[in-house]
T-cell receptor
Protein backbone atom coordinates (compact mmCIF):
# COMPACT_ATOMS: atom_id res chain seq x y z
CA UNK A 1 0.00 0.00 0.00
CA UNK A 2 1.45 3.42 -0.91
CA UNK A 3 2.54 5.52 2.01
CA UNK A 4 3.86 8.94 2.93
CA UNK A 5 7.56 8.87 3.79
CA UNK A 6 9.42 11.43 5.85
CA UNK A 7 13.13 12.05 6.36
CA UNK A 8 14.98 12.28 8.60
CA UNK A 9 13.24 10.43 11.41
CA UNK A 10 15.12 12.53 13.96
CA UNK A 11 16.80 15.90 13.47
CA UNK A 12 18.88 17.64 16.10
CA UNK A 13 19.68 21.28 15.40
CA UNK A 14 21.21 24.21 17.23
CA UNK A 15 18.90 27.10 18.02
CA UNK A 16 19.01 29.72 15.30
CA UNK A 17 19.93 27.26 12.57
CA UNK A 18 17.80 26.55 9.53
CA UNK A 19 16.25 23.12 9.17
CA UNK A 20 14.50 21.43 6.25
CA UNK A 21 12.15 18.53 6.82
CA UNK A 22 11.40 16.36 3.84
CA UNK A 23 8.35 14.40 2.81
CA UNK A 24 7.38 12.28 -0.16
CA UNK A 25 3.58 12.28 -0.39
CA UNK A 26 1.58 9.49 -2.02
CA UNK A 27 2.16 9.84 -5.74
CA UNK A 28 -1.35 10.51 -7.05
CA UNK A 29 -2.34 12.80 -4.19
CA UNK A 30 -2.91 16.47 -4.86
CA UNK A 31 -3.14 18.01 -1.39
CA UNK A 32 -0.26 18.13 1.06
CA UNK A 33 -0.11 19.13 4.71
CA UNK A 34 2.20 19.70 7.62
CA UNK A 35 1.18 19.22 11.23
CA UNK A 36 3.19 19.30 14.41
CA UNK A 37 2.81 17.71 17.83
CA UNK A 38 4.66 19.20 20.76
CA UNK A 39 5.32 16.57 23.41
CA UNK A 40 2.20 15.97 25.48
CA UNK A 41 0.05 18.29 23.38
CA UNK A 42 -2.43 17.95 20.54
CA UNK A 43 -1.52 17.50 16.91
CA UNK A 44 -1.76 20.99 15.38
CA UNK A 45 -2.34 21.98 11.78
CA UNK A 46 0.39 24.12 10.23
CA UNK A 47 -0.27 24.45 6.51
CA UNK A 48 -1.96 22.90 3.49
CA UNK A 49 -0.64 23.08 -0.06
CA UNK A 50 -2.31 22.58 -3.41
CA UNK A 51 -1.39 23.36 -6.97
CA UNK A 52 2.00 24.73 -5.92
CA UNK A 53 0.69 27.22 -3.45
CA UNK A 54 -0.40 27.45 0.15
CA UNK A 55 -4.17 27.01 0.45
CA UNK A 56 -4.52 27.33 4.25
CA UNK A 57 -2.16 28.15 7.09
CA UNK A 58 -2.53 28.44 10.83
CA UNK A 59 -1.37 31.17 13.21
CA UNK A 60 1.63 28.98 14.05
CA UNK A 61 2.86 29.13 10.45
CA UNK A 62 4.59 32.50 10.64
CA UNK A 63 7.35 34.01 8.51
CA UNK A 64 9.89 31.59 9.96
CA UNK A 65 8.16 28.74 8.13
CA UNK A 66 7.97 28.01 4.42
CA UNK A 67 6.93 25.08 2.29
CA UNK A 68 7.98 24.04 -1.15
CA UNK A 69 7.41 21.33 -3.69
CA UNK A 70 10.80 21.49 -5.41
CA UNK A 71 10.09 18.63 -7.82
CA UNK A 72 7.32 16.21 -8.68
CA UNK A 73 7.74 14.06 -5.60
CA UNK A 74 9.12 15.98 -2.60
CA UNK A 75 7.32 18.35 -0.25
CA UNK A 76 9.47 20.24 2.23
CA UNK A 77 9.00 22.32 5.35
CA UNK A 78 11.72 24.84 6.13
CA UNK A 79 12.15 26.60 9.45
CA UNK A 80 14.47 29.53 8.91
CA UNK A 81 15.82 30.29 12.36
CA UNK A 82 14.81 27.62 14.81
CA UNK A 83 13.72 28.36 18.37
CA UNK A 84 13.61 26.03 21.36
CA UNK A 85 9.82 25.97 21.13
CA UNK A 86 10.00 24.51 17.61
CA UNK A 87 10.98 21.18 19.18
CA UNK A 88 8.18 18.79 18.23
CA UNK A 89 7.16 15.90 16.01
CA UNK A 90 6.40 17.17 12.53
CA UNK A 91 3.99 15.13 10.45
CA UNK A 92 3.48 15.37 6.72
CA UNK A 93 0.20 14.20 5.22
CA UNK A 94 -1.40 14.01 1.81
CA UNK A 95 -4.87 13.43 0.43
CA UNK A 96 -6.16 12.68 -3.07
CA UNK A 97 -8.51 15.64 -3.06
CA UNK A 98 -10.37 17.91 -0.71
CA UNK A 99 -13.75 17.57 0.92
CA UNK A 100 -14.43 14.36 2.85
CA UNK A 101 -11.10 12.80 2.02
CA UNK A 102 -8.95 11.04 4.60
CA UNK A 103 -5.45 12.37 5.10
CA UNK A 104 -2.60 9.88 5.03
CA UNK A 105 0.23 10.62 7.44
CA UNK A 106 3.91 9.83 7.48
CA UNK A 107 5.71 8.56 10.57
CA UNK A 108 6.98 12.03 11.40
CA UNK A 109 10.28 13.76 12.00
CA UNK A 110 11.25 14.38 15.59
CA UNK A 111 12.89 17.82 15.66
CA UNK A 112 15.01 18.61 18.71
CA UNK A 113 16.33 22.14 19.09
CA UNK A 114 19.29 22.57 21.45
CA UNK B 1 -11.18 26.39 15.01
CA UNK B 2 -12.73 23.07 16.10
CA UNK B 3 -11.16 21.28 18.97
CA UNK B 4 -11.87 17.60 19.31
CA UNK B 5 -11.77 16.40 22.87
CA UNK B 6 -11.78 12.69 23.59
CA UNK B 7 -13.11 11.12 26.74
CA UNK B 8 -11.87 9.03 28.55
CA UNK B 9 -8.19 9.82 28.26
CA UNK B 10 -6.87 6.35 29.13
CA UNK B 11 -8.53 2.97 28.93
CA UNK B 12 -7.25 -0.42 29.97
CA UNK B 13 -9.25 -3.48 28.95
CA UNK B 14 -8.93 -7.23 28.61
CA UNK B 15 -8.53 -8.78 25.20
CA UNK B 16 -11.95 -9.62 23.76
CA UNK B 17 -13.72 -6.77 25.51
CA UNK B 18 -15.14 -3.74 23.71
CA UNK B 19 -13.57 -0.31 24.00
CA UNK B 20 -15.57 2.88 23.62
CA UNK B 21 -14.17 6.37 23.26
CA UNK B 22 -16.03 9.64 22.97
CA UNK B 23 -15.16 12.89 21.30
CA UNK B 24 -16.82 16.28 21.50
CA UNK B 25 -16.28 19.36 19.38
CA UNK B 26 -17.39 22.94 19.42
CA UNK B 27 -18.34 24.24 15.98
CA UNK B 28 -19.89 22.99 12.75
CA UNK B 29 -18.02 20.36 10.80
CA UNK B 30 -17.86 18.84 7.34
CA UNK B 31 -16.69 15.49 8.64
CA UNK B 32 -15.08 13.85 11.65
CA UNK B 33 -12.24 11.37 11.40
CA UNK B 34 -10.67 8.88 13.78
CA UNK B 35 -6.99 8.06 13.70
CA UNK B 36 -4.79 5.57 15.53
CA UNK B 37 -1.19 6.17 16.54
CA UNK B 38 1.15 3.46 17.69
CA UNK B 39 4.06 4.55 19.84
CA UNK B 40 6.65 6.42 17.77
CA UNK B 41 4.69 6.07 14.56
CA UNK B 42 2.48 8.30 12.43
CA UNK B 43 -1.27 8.66 12.46
CA UNK B 44 -3.19 5.92 10.70
CA UNK B 45 -6.58 6.85 9.32
CA UNK B 46 -9.33 4.58 10.61
CA UNK B 47 -12.67 5.96 9.54
CA UNK B 48 -14.30 9.14 8.26
CA UNK B 49 -17.90 10.03 8.99
CA UNK B 50 -19.58 12.87 7.15
CA UNK B 51 -21.74 15.43 8.91
CA UNK B 52 -24.90 14.00 7.32
CA UNK B 53 -24.12 10.45 8.48
CA UNK B 54 -25.07 9.06 11.89
CA UNK B 55 -23.23 5.76 11.99
CA UNK B 56 -20.50 4.03 10.09
CA UNK B 57 -18.85 0.64 10.35
CA UNK B 58 -15.47 -0.63 9.25
CA UNK B 59 -14.54 -4.14 10.35
CA UNK B 60 -14.51 -4.15 14.15
CA UNK B 61 -14.91 -0.38 14.30
CA UNK B 62 -18.17 1.44 14.73
CA UNK B 63 -18.38 5.22 14.73
CA UNK B 64 -21.39 7.33 15.58
CA UNK B 65 -21.90 11.02 15.06
CA UNK B 66 -24.46 13.23 16.77
CA UNK B 67 -24.21 16.70 15.28
CA UNK B 68 -26.92 18.07 17.58
CA UNK B 69 -24.73 17.19 20.58
CA UNK B 70 -21.51 17.81 18.67
CA UNK B 71 -20.15 14.45 19.71
CA UNK B 72 -18.86 11.22 18.24
CA UNK B 73 -17.99 7.82 19.61
CA UNK B 74 -15.62 5.11 18.45
CA UNK B 75 -16.33 1.54 19.45
CA UNK B 76 -13.76 -1.19 18.96
CA UNK B 77 -15.38 -4.59 19.35
CA UNK B 78 -13.60 -7.79 20.40
CA UNK B 79 -10.38 -5.94 21.13
CA UNK B 80 -6.98 -7.49 20.45
CA UNK B 81 -3.57 -6.79 21.93
CA UNK B 82 -2.64 -5.20 18.58
CA UNK B 83 -5.32 -2.55 19.18
CA UNK B 84 -3.12 -1.07 21.91
CA UNK B 85 -2.48 2.48 20.69
CA UNK B 86 -3.57 6.10 21.06
CA UNK B 87 -6.79 7.04 19.30
CA UNK B 88 -7.52 10.56 18.10
CA UNK B 89 -10.59 12.21 16.72
CA UNK B 90 -10.15 15.08 14.29
CA UNK B 91 -12.71 17.45 12.83
CA UNK B 92 -12.64 18.94 9.36
CA UNK B 93 -14.59 22.16 8.90
CA UNK B 94 -14.44 21.84 5.11
CA UNK B 95 -11.09 23.53 4.65
CA UNK B 96 -9.09 20.32 5.02
CA UNK B 97 -7.44 21.59 8.20
CA UNK B 98 -7.91 18.85 10.76
CA UNK B 99 -8.34 19.84 14.40
CA UNK B 100 -7.26 16.98 16.65
CA UNK B 101 -8.19 16.05 20.18
CA UNK B 102 -5.62 15.06 22.81
CA UNK B 103 -6.16 11.39 22.22
CA UNK B 104 -7.18 8.31 24.18
CA UNK B 105 -4.55 5.82 25.19
CA UNK B 106 -5.97 2.30 24.96
CA UNK B 107 -4.16 -0.67 26.44
CA UNK B 108 -5.49 -4.12 25.62
CA UNK B 109 -4.22 -6.74 28.03
CA UNK B 110 -3.75 -10.19 26.49
Amino acid sequence: EPEVTQTPSHQVTQMGQEVILRCVPISNHLYFYWYRQILGQKVEFLVSFYNNEISEKSEIFDDQFSVERPDGSNFTLKIRSTKLEDSAMYFCASSPGQGNQPQHFGDGTRLSIL
Amino acid sequence: SQQGEEDPQALSIQEGENATMNCSYKTSINNLQWYRQNSGRGLVHLILIRSNEREKHSGRLRVTLDTSKKSSSLLITASRAADTASYFCATDDGNNRLAFGKGNQVVVIP
